[in-house]
């Protein structure tokens, strides 16, 4: 069965930190496109952040850059997403997701819209 398990998010004060991981079972993350979305209350699910599994390119939306990190460790199945200088709006829940070697801005900006395999989603919530 195909699965992919978010873990790692909580509640941390503005400024803080926190790791996400997105680990796969049923089949293996090096050969796709892993993407990080996230859905805040009343709002549309946007991308993240996205790293191919072709040659490690990834992409950041502009309200992430700087702040954000994506990483991916293929002997773990895994694929992280570390925050750093949270703000308030970064308050959602975080999903991921999976294609087979999609270009890592289009999977992040449009293409995410036709995957099928999510994650359950892990909140996060940035508040003092």
């Known amino acids: 069965q195909l699965q992919l398990v978010e873990s790692g998010g909580g509640l941390v004060q503005p400024g803080g930190s926190l790791r996400l991981s997105c680990t796969a079972s049923g089949f293996t993350l090096d050969r796709h496109t892993i993407g990080w979305f996230r859905q805040a209350p009343g709002k549309e699910r946007e991308g993240v952040s996205c790293?191919?599994?072709?040659?490690?390119?990834?992409y950041y939306a502009d309200s992430v850059k700087g702040r954000f990190t994506i990483s991916r460790d293929n002997a773990k199945n895994t694929v992280y997403l570390h925050m750093n200088s949270l703000k308030p709006e970064d308050t959602a829940v975080y999903y991921c997701?999976?294609?087979?070697?999609?270009?890592?801005?289009?999977?992040?900006?449009?293409?995410?819209?036709?995957?099928?395999?999510w994650g359950q989603g892990s909140l996060v919530t940035v508040s003092s």
């Open positions: 790293i191919s599994g072709n040659d490690g390119s990834t």
């Open positions: 997701t999976a294609a087979p070697m999609l270009p890592v801005q289009d999977m992040c900006t449009y293409l995410w819209r036709y995957a099928d395999l």
